[in-house]
T-cell receptor, first 109, second 115 residues
Framework: DAKTTQPNSMESNEEEPVHLPCNHS???????IHWYRQLPSQGPEYVIHGLTSNVNNRMASLAIAEDRKSSTLILHRATLRDAAVYYCIPSNNNNDMRFGAGTRLTVKP | DGGITQSPKYLFRKEGQNVTLSCEQN?????MYWYRQDPGQGLRLIYY???????QKGDIAEGYSVSREKKESFPLTVTSAQKNPTAFYLC??????????????FGPGTRLTVL
C-alpha cells in the first residue's frame, strides 16, 4: 500500500485559491491518485482522480508531479462550502481505498 | 433520484445487543462497501461485496457480519463481539468496470452509539 502524507489542517480565505499537497513516495506504477472530500457529518464525495497527467474538472484541478511521488489538489476559488476534510488516496483497487486522516480545510469569510 | 440510503441516521443500543444497519442503493452498482469512521480518523474498510451472494472481509471485519442477498442491499450487523462498536458507519457502492475508473458513492452514514 502506498503511504501518504498530508498536512493535518490548512486555512484559506474565501474566493482565494487553495493548494492541498499530498506526498505518496511509495506509489506503484498502476495506482491512480484519487481525491475525495468529506463535509461535516456526511459521507465522502469524489473530487477528482488522475494517473500521470494533470486533470481538471468542474470542482478542482489535480497537479501530479512528474515522478508521481506527490500531487496537489487545487481549488481555484475557495468557498465556504469547500470547508471539509480532503483525502488523497493512491490506489488501483476499489477494494483497497485507504482513507487516512486527510487535511481539514477551513475557509474564512 | 439515484443514490444510497442508510437508515437510521442515529442509532442507540445497549451493550451486548446485536444491531443491523441498513444500506440500499438504486444506482445499479455491482460493488458495495462498509466503512467505519472514529472521531478525527479516516475510514477503515469492514466488508465489501462485488457480486450478489459473495462478500469479502476488509481490514477490521471482526465483530461484524454482512449479507448480500440482493444487488440493491448490503446490511451490516454489528454483533456483541465487536468490542468498541460506537462509531460512524458509512456505506458506499461503485460500478465494476474492467479497466475503467470506478468512483465510490457514499451514503449519509449511520452514527451508532452503544450505551
Amino acid at each position: 500500500d502506498a503511504k501518504t502524507t498530508q498536512p493535518n489542517s490548512m486555512e484559506s480565505n474565501e474566493e482565494e485559491p487553495v493548494h492541498l499537497p499530498c506526498n505518496h513516495s511509495t506509489i506503484s506504477g498502476t495506482d491512480y491518485i484519487h481525491w475525495y472530500r468529506q463535509l461535516p457529518s456526511q459521507g465522502p464525495e469524489y473530487v477528482i482522480h488522475g494517473l500521470t497527467s494533470n486533470v481538471n474538472n468542474r470542482m478542482a484541478s489535480l497537479a501530479i508531479a512528474e515522478d508521481r511521488k506527490s500531487s496537489t489538489l487545487i481549488l481555484h476559488r475557495a468557498t465556504l462550502r469547500d470547508a471539509a476534510v480532503y483525502y488523497c488516496i493512491p490506489s488501483n483497487n476499489n477494494n483497497d481505498m485507504r482513507f487516512g486522516a486527510g487535511t481539514r480545510l477551513t475557509v474564512k469569510p | 433520484d439515484g443514490g444510497i440510503t442508510q437508515s437510521p441516521k442515529y442509532l442507540f443500543r445497549k451493550e451486548g445487543q446485536n444491531v443491523t444497519l441498513s444500506c440500499e442503493q438504486n444506482l445499479n452498482h455491482d460493488a458495495m462497501y462498509w466503512y467505519r469512521q472514529d472521531p478525527g480518523q479516516g475510514l477503515r474498510l469492514i466488508y465489501y461485496s462485488q457480486i450478489v451472494n459473495d462478500f469479502q472481509k476488509g481490514d477490521i471485519a471482526e465483530g461484524y457480519s454482512v449479507s448480500r442477498e440482493k444487488k440493491e442491499s448490503f446490511p451490516l450487523t454489528v454483533t456483541s463481539a465487536q468490542k468498541n462498536p460506537t462509531a460512524f458507519y458509512l456505506c458506499a457502492s461503485s460500478m465494476m468496470l474492467a479497466g475503467g475508473y470506478n468512483e465510490q458513492f457514499f451514503g449519509p452514514g449511520t452514527r451508532l452509539t452503544v450505551l
